[in-house]
């Protein structure tokens, strides 16, 4: 069992940058293809970002593609989302996933591709 803990999320004015983090809370042996997504009030979970278990390749949603950035750290299992140029519509809760298997892009999109998820983060952009 892996649980993830997300950080720095909070209050940002439009174009303004925040960078949320997520760590595993316990060792762990497996590297992980981690993902990132978000849900607002009322709207399903949806899409943001993947890189997979060892860096080598990333996939973003085209609502951020080109402002958001996706990237391991040292530690296994670590993984950030740079996120600039922030608009209202970005506000939601942000969640980190980790999961097995082979990285695919059209895969990483699913929620089902991801064994395990964090608490979450909010994330609020002010106009």
């Known amino acids: ?19 949320l983090a997520c760590a595993p809370s316990g060792r762990t042996s497996t590297n992980y293809n981690m993902g990132w997504f978000r849900q607002a009030p009322g709207k399903e979970r949806e899409f943001v970002a993947a890189i997979r278990w060892n860096g080598a390749s990333t996939v973003y949603a085209d609502s951020v593609k080109g ?10 299992n670590t993984v950030y989302l740079q996120m600039n140029t922030l608009e209202s519509e ?11 298997g082979v990285f695919d892009a059209s895969v990483a999109l699913l929620t089902s591709a991801y064994n395990y998820w964090g608490q979450g983060t909010q994330v609020t952009v002010s106009s």
């Open 1 to 19: 069992q892996v649980q993830l803990v997300e950080s720095g999320g909070g209050l940002v004015q439009a174009g303004g940058s925040l960078r």
């Open 67 to 76: 402002r958001f950035t996706i990237s391991r750290g040292n530690a296994k």
């Open 90 to 100: 970005d506000t939601a809760v942000y969640f980190c996933a980790a999961g097995l």
